[in-house]
């Protein structure tokens, strides 16, 4: 059973270009959750999402932020018109459906905008 | 403020000795509290989970004891293994909140030969 997925492993983008980052959650699992880790700082919660369901966008920021977690195909969390201070390693995880404690983490994306 | 601090930030000890990191958390109510461990460029694995009743729980060489009263945990680490190198983050899981963990900065291990 491969663990959670995630594309690319790393990514630069220039300054205003769109940034896409994917993540397959392990099989069967149907909760997918994004935390962003800035140098030297702990992650942060993102977004909580069920299949074709946000639950809980508390933690993403208002603007050029989005994500999404259709009926077929992985998560995507999409940055578009990224700035300097969006660089940072993107983790996603994944837990089974019934509201498991457990969240099983990817390698994370680490995002370079120049 | 739900916050989660961790000391020391940073530790280095020797091969064979124990160790103990410390976590104090403002997160009330609280639904369970977690141990991970990072190596360097990779993502979070979880070591123990403990609910808001239980005291301690172990893993191994690893053993997290939690104080819900004082909102302290503990990571105790024995014979330390130069592969124990990594940081390892408390985090706590507000009750209610679906997913929304709050996470340690962690606390840097490096185990000398």
């Known amino acids: 059973n491969a663990g959670v997925m995630q594309n690319p492993r790393h990514l630069v983008r220039r300054r205003g270009q769109e940034a896409r980052l994917r993540c397959s959650p392990m099989?069967?699992?149907?909760?997918v959750y994004w935390y962003r880790q800035l140098p030297e700082e702990g992650l942060k919660f993102m977004v909580y999402l069920q299949k074709e369901n946000i639950i809980d966008e508390s933690g993403m920021p208002k603007e050029r932020f989005s994500a999404e977690f259709p009926k077929e195909g992985p998560s995507i969390l999409r940055i578009q018109q990224v700035v300097r201070g969006d660089s940072a390693a993107y983790f996603c995880?994944?837990?089974?459906?019934?509201?498991?404690?457990?969240?099983?983490f990817g390698p994370g994306t680490r995002l370079t905008v120049t | 403020k739900n916050q989660v601090e961790q000391s020391p930030q940073s530790l280095i000890i020797l091969e064979g000795k124990n160790c103990t990191l410390q976590?104090?958390?403002?997160?009330?109510?609280?639904?369970?509290l977690r141990w991970y461990k990072q190596d360097t460029g990779r993502g979070p694995v979880s070591l123990t989970i403990?609910?808001?009743?239980?005291n301690t729980k172990s893993n191994g060489r690893y053993t997290a004891t939690l104080d819900a009263d004082t909102k302290q945990s503990s990571l105790h680490i024995t014979a330390s293994q130069l592969s124990d190198s990594a940081s390892y983050i408390c985090?706590?899981?507000?009750?209610?909140?679906?997913?929304?963990?709050?996470f340690g900065k962690g606390t840097k291990l490096s185990v000398k030969p």
């Open positions: 099989k069967g699992h149907s909760h």
């Open positions: 403990m609910t808001f009743s239980e």
């Open positions: 976590c104090n958390y403002t997160v009330s109510p609280f639904s369970n």
């Open positions: 985090v706590v899981s507000p009750r209610g909140s679906q997913g929304n963990l709050i």
């Open positions: 995880a994944s837990s089974p459906p019934g509201g498991s404690y457990e969240q099983y």
